[in-house]
């Protein structure tokens, strides 16, 4: 079943403790995107990536980091997670055939409290 | 001001009811992406479109590229269709850039 995987699901930290919320897709997909959700601001875009090694900044980068190593797994990186990263995040996938032109596939969200 | 515009924020209907959900956006476009969230907050892609109209089942979604417009209709609204829908636009720069609407929250009444 083509899936894009997030885990976990729900995480309740401590403010300054690193986590790593991961994301993995099975479509071969070349380009995957983070986004937070925040109520009264919708959907933001933290990072992107069009491939392996290949990344860039989406509207709200700050306080976060993300590598792409191998083509199917995207992790987002809090260094030092703060209450103001209280949200939920998605992960998403599509081909890269046409720029803007691909169905993207979301995983299921990660809700994560920074206390 | 919003680079993509969603309106109304809140639409309550009776079940049968003819849905309009629209979308404005001042960016230049390649494609404007309509997406559903379920109230469990998982979210899917409906439609992705760059000109014209498409339809499937219940669900139809149009765009006017010169007037920088979009709707989605639902025909016949079920209970079932409660859900956020939001819109979303890549700019044709070439980015990968998505920008999203803030969503329309609609809850339709049995």
């Known amino acids: 079943e083509a899936q894009v995987t997030q885990n976990p699901r729900y995480l309740i930290t401590v403010t300054g403790k690193k986590l790593t919320v991961t994301c993995s897709q099975n479509?071969?997909?070349?380009?995957m995107s983070w986004y937070r959700q925040d109520p009264g601001l919708g959907l933001r875009q933290i990072y992107y990536?069009?491939?392996?090694?290949?990344?860039d900044k989406g509207d709200v980068p700050e306080g976060y980091k993300v590598s792409r190593k191998e083509k199917r797994n995207f992790p987002l990186i809090l260094e030092s997670p703060s209450p103001n990263q209280t949200s939920l995040y998605f992960c998403?996938?599509?081909?890269?055939?046409?720029?803007?032109?691909?169905?993207?596939?979301f995983g299921a969200g990660t809700r994560l409290s920074v206390l | 001001k919003n680079e993509v515009e969603q309106s109304p924020q809140n639409l309550t209907a009776q079940e049968g009811e003819f849905i309009t959900i629209n979308c404005s956006y001042s960016?230049?476009?390649?494609?404007l992406h309509w997406l559903q969230q379920h109230p469990g907050g998982g979210i899917v892609s409906l439609f992705m479109?760059?000109?014209g109209k498409k339809k499937h089942g219940r669900l139809i979604a149009t765009i006017n590229i010169q007037e920088k417009h979009s709707s989605l209709h639902i025909t016949a609204s079920h209970p079932r269709d409660s859900a956020v829908y939001i819109c979303?636009?890549?700019?044709?720069?070439?980015?990968?850039?998505?920008?999203f609407g803030t969503g329309t929250r609609l809850k339709v009444l049995a």
């Open positions: 998403a996938s599509s081909p890269l055939r046409s720029a803007g032109k691909n169905i993207q596939y």
């Open positions: 479509m071969n997909h070349e380009y």
């Open positions: 990536s069009m491939n392996v090694e290949v990344t």
């Open positions: 960016v230049g476009i390649s494609a």
């Open positions: 479109l760059s000109s």
């Open positions: 979303a636009a890549p700019p044709t720069s070439g980015t990968y850039k998505y920008i």
